[in-house]
């Protein structure tokens, strides 16, 4: 099962760089997508053997960030067939400076799509730290041309930090994957690939000093794929010049994946012992990013800025939740699994609103909910969802995190958590509410636009599925949830 | 052996910060492409087979040529001034280099030695050459040297893995070479997109998208 | 054999001229010309002392004091140097920090002189040359540290007189890399290409020879004569450090000390044929590498 899983959308991605006719490839597309939703499903249902050896395996967590990636691909795969219908072909005008710009061709960005998710499928399988590092990589280079379908300086811009600051920290988790063999060097852990199993068996005889270097190099590494402050800069760049469905599976998939990395070094400190060293990092860099999404979004003009500001805030609650440890691994677990699917919600409503406004700027547009009445309802449910209010999904996982936090006595950390929580909170909701009430304006759409049914409904099916997590969580969730958080200690 | 070729890393490492040519930038990085396939060669001298000096000479012919060549035809399109302005004088980054290499020094004195350790001299080194290989990407403002400093930190992490890792030699260098391949290649495109599109590589005026005063 | 003697004094403050006139020649037979006969800086400096002196009326007491102390200097300089396998007259512990500090007493001097003048260009040269000699100044003083260090003297003499075969197997990277830096040193210490050139009498590009500009006469020979055994001096450190021979007899080690220095003066004018200049801007880089080359070898000799 795993080998199809990768199979498939490699296979459909090479053969979509050949297609010629648009219709037929983005109706390869949405098959792929939904073969990858249906294959993920099974497995839920049947345990797939491990595979190449043990390199390739599913275990809980591994599952659980497949589901969400495989359910946030379907849902981008939908809106796009709509999107690149709609993307005319040949020279377009910019809404912002003006000037004419051409598209990446179409085959391109298929093809990549396609690649980005089984390079993605790769980490969430892989069960060896070099392998998880070649999918993580594989994940960057194919990203990289998504973010550069639109032509112009702005977007080159963003794919060149993107591309750089990336490689980087991909290069300092190399040098840890490193540390992480000399740690496990002469203890009778040969196996090059450093097998997770392997190393969670012996994982006492690891030397300490090399296992927690590594660890920070992993931190730092994956974390600036992550997003995580201080390493977050090419995040807000590159989520708001590329396209909105691109914004969604960066924001939502591929954010996960990233600190899948981290969570597997967690993994494996916290068997050889060395849990609380990592604990304190990863509260710091935690509340850090949330900190940085807490000064970025207030006042933030660009609303895809916003929404990618918001990513860092809720990659900073994911780690918070990691690193205080206990119950707030469930939080954590659950959150990602809410903050993905309102996240990639958001980003394709974004999309719509940009396609009917022609202006990326909040102070521009008004009256959302009138001129596009089933966005407008996403957009402000989505608000609410992502800022933790009831009855989301979200909702449950950042209290559970913050019990957990009261519950340890870190009573500054709790503090801290609400407070820029609450700031964040204010910050997006003023900006989204002032956009989706009042009037619009008359220099931009004043027309009540027809939604094509593509455009919206994968939002409205997100939006849906994480205001039932907020209500009642099926026992099938749970159990995997809680797996996943077990396997994180 | 050993030493002398890891001492030339280090003054390679130097000569890259006191130069402000970029086509001089490029020959020091090819240079140290080739130093780190000796480096290979005498890292591999007791394990036999026709692996090692196969992959020595890929990995030397990839660093030491290829990318060379690549990013000289990229700079060569690009059609740009040659002369690399950095944030940071030269004089004042040598020194910050003998700094670093200090710290790189006590850093490695730190870490218990792993245990085939190839000379006592490798980690310092290698963590020497992946502090200068930030240092560049920080401190440098055209895109190419930002490209060149990625080679560098890429340099460096090879050359921990080689002198220190043990195992199968071949995944490490497989690794390494497969991350600088594809990242070479697509930066050797985005550098042309940047030089066609701006005119310049001067990734310090890449400031369109910011937070405030748009 | 450790008995100081003569001999290093002796033959730096009688082959100094010599040694520029080996440089002069080399240069001269890259150039395709026959050039000056060796002996002649002799005769330019005989000819010098038997010409009178003018001194302008803006210039002071230090104006005279100028050549004549540094080259005091630089006569008791000569004496703290080995050469060969002999030690030199005086040597103490550190004496290497009063040997560069005479050194610099000579360049001082010097300055002050040209200052004295009240000239611009003298001036000019004058903040050049003391800016090149500050930064050349921890490339020689962390160069010979690290020497001092391998071998465990904080004295010129046994410093040297230690560097042996076995030495050079087991720190040769240390000490290539201290060779290079005194070699970057020599060339600018004494105001040699690519640093300055000696044959140059534009203004604008002189650094050395700006600064004697006004001296004639017998101050120019005490000036030519001091900037001679200064380069004999450096050289002999250099070749020092490089020629790891010592056999027993004292002699031998000398001839072969001498012929390693006219080697290095042939070596000083095939580099000054090859390479143009530097820019001005450029020369604190090479210093500044030049540094880092000794901290270095300090960096690795303490380890």
């Known amino acids: 099962m795993i080998p199809a899983l990768l199979l498939i959308p490699t296979l459909a991605g090479l053969v979509a760089y050949f297609v010629r006719a648009n219709a037929p490839r983005r109706m390869l597309l949405v098959l792929a997508g939904v073969a990858h939703a249906t294959l993920t499903g099974a497995t839920w249902v049947a345990e797939p053997a491990p595979w190449w050896g043990g390199w390739l395996g599913l275990d809980g967590l591994g599952r659980l960030f497949l589901s969400i990636t495989s359910v946030l691909f379907l849902a981008a795969a939908v809106y796009a067939a709509a999107y690149l219908r709609r993307e005319m072909p040949g020279g377009r005008e910019d809404f912002e400076e003006g000037f004419l710009f051409d598209n990446a061709p179409e085959a391109t960005f298929t093809a990549c799509l396609l690649l980005f998710l089984a390079a993605m499928t790769l980490v969430t399988t892989s069960q060896a730290f070099g392998l998880l590092w070649i999918a993580v990589e594989a994940t960057t280079l194919a990203s990289a041309p998504l973010i550069y379908f639109h032509r112009h300086h702005r977007s080159l811009e963003a794919t060149w930090k993107y591309l750089l600051i990336c490689s980087v920290g991909i290069a300092l988790a190399l040098l840890g994957n490193f540390f992480l063999a000399v740690a496990a060097s002469g203890h009778g852990i040969t196996s090059v690939g450093l097998v997770l199993s392997d190393l969670l068996h012996g994982a006492s005889d690891l030397r300490v000093a090399w296992l927690r270097a590594a660890f920070l190099l992993f931190l730092v590494g994956y974390g600036t794929k992550v997003g995580l402050a201080p390493l977050h800069t090419w995040l807000p760049d590159a989520h708001s010049e590329a396209p909105s469905v691109v914004s969604a599976l960066l924001s939502g998939a591929l954010l996960n994946c990233a600190l899948l990395g981290i969570m597997r070094a967690q993994q494996v400190c916290a068997a050889a012992g060395q849990a609380a060293f990592g604990q304190g990092l990863l509260i710091g860099f935690g509340l850090l990013s949330m900190a940085v999404a807490a000064v970025f979004i207030p006042g933030q003009s660009d609303y895809k800025r916003m929404l990618a500001y918001s990513s860092v805030e809720h990659m900073g609650i994911l780690t918070l939740g990691l690193g205080l440890g206990g119950a707030a691994t469930f939080g954590s677990m659950l959150h990602a699994v809410n903050h993905s699917l309102t996240k990639a919600a958001l980003f394709l409503v974004a999309g719509n609103i940009l396609a009917a406004y022609r202006s990326k700027s909040a102070d521009d547009v008004r009256g959302v909910l009138r001129t596009l009445p089933v966005s407008g309802v996403v957009w402000v449910a989505a608000l609410f969802a992502i800022t933790g209010s009831p009855p989301f999904g979200s909702f449950t996982s950042e209290l559970t995190i913050l019990k957990a936090a009261l519950d340890q006595g870190r009573a500054t950390v709790a503090i801290t958590y609400l407070a820029l929580l609450a700031v964040i909170f204010v910050g997006m909701a003023t900006a989204v509410l002032g956009m989706a009430q009042g009037a619009p304006n008359d220099a931009r759409v004043p027309t009540a636009r027809r939604e094509p049914l593509l455009s919206v409904a994968p939002a409205v099916a997100l939006v849906g599925v994480v205001l039932l997590l907020g209500l009642y969580i099926p026992p099938v969730v749970r159990s995997a949830i809680e797996s996943a958080a077990s396997a994180l200690g | ?214 | 054999m450790s008995v100081p003697s003569l001999l290093p004094a002796a033959l730096a403050l009688g082959l100094a001229p010599l040694l520029v006139g080996v440089i002069t020649r080399t240069k001269a037979v890259i150039a395709g010309r026959v050039g000056q006969p060796l002996l002649q800086p002799y005769r330019d400096l005989r000819k010098l002392m038997r010409k009178g002196a003018v001194y302008s009326r803006t210039t002071t007491w230090v104006f005279r004091a100028g050549p004549v102390v540094g080259l005091a200097a630089t006569v008791l300089a000569s004496a703290l140097v080995p050469y060969g396998g002999s030690f030199a007259l005086v040597s103490f512990p550190g004496d290497l920090f009063v040997f560069a500090y005479l050194l610099a007493l000579t360049r001082f001097f010097t300055v002050i002189a040209a200052l004295d003048t009240g000239s611009s260009f003298e001036g000019m040269g004058a903040s050049r040359e003391v800016t090149f000699s500050a930064l050349a100044e921890p490339a020689l003083l962390l160069g010979l540290a690290a020497v001092a260090r391998m071998t465990g003297s904080l004295s010129l003499s046994p410093i040297l007189s230690r560097v042996t075969v076995e030495v050079w197997a087991q720190a040769a990277p240390a000490l290539a890399l201290v060779a290079a830096a005194l070699l970057v040193v020599f060339l600018v210490e004494n105001g040699r290409i690519p640093v300055d050139d000696p044959a140059t009498h534009l203004e604008l590009t002189m650094i050395h020879e700006v600064m004697i500009l006004d001296h004639g006469g017998p101050d120019l020979a005490f000036i030519l004569y001091a900037a001679a055994v200064k380069l004999w001096l450096l050289g002999t450190l250099l070749i020092g450090v490089v020629l790891p021979v010592h056999s027993d007899n004292r002699w031998l080690d000398s001839a072969a000390a001498t012929v390693a220095m006219l080697a290095l003066g042939v070596l000083t004018g095939l580099i000054e044929s090859s390479m143009a200049r530097l820019r001005l801007v450029r020369v604190p880089n090479l210093l500044v590498g030049a540094g880092v080359l000794s901290v270095l070898a300090l960096l690795l000799v303490l380890r």
């Open chain 2, 1 to 214: 052996m050993v030493e002398m070729v890891l001492i030339c890393i280090v003054l390679t490492n130097f000569a890259l910060l006191g130069s402000s040519r970029l086509s001089a930038c490029i020959r020091l990085v090819a240079l140290q492409g080739v130093l780190l396939g000796f480096l290979t060669l005498l890292a591999r001298e007791s394990a036999l087979s026709v692996r090692a000096p196969v992959l020595a000479l890929t990995s030397t012919g990839l660093k030491g040529v290829a990318f060379p060549w690549l990013l000289s035809r990229a700079l060569r399109d690009a059609d740009v001034r040659r002369e690399v302005e950095p944030f940071v004088g030269q004089s004042l980054s040598m020194l910050l280099g003998t700094l670093a290499l200090a710290a790189s020094l006590w850093l490695a004195a730190r870490l218990p030695q792993p245990n085939p350790a190839l000379s006592p001299l490798v980690v310092p080194v290698a963590f020497f050459t992946i502090l200068m290989g930030l240092f560049l990407i920080v401190s440098r403002k055209t895109a190419l040297s930002q490209v060149l400093g990625y080679l560098v930190l890429e340099n460096g992490i090879y050359a921990f893995g080689v002198g220190v890792v043990e195992g199968t030699p071949m995944l490490v260098e497989l690794r390494v070479l497969l991350d600088l391949l594809v990242a070479v290649l697509v930066m050797g495109i985005v550098v042309f997109h940047i030089g066609r599109e701006f005119d310049h590589i001067d990734t310090d005026q890449l400031t369109v998208l910011r937070d405030w005063d748009r």
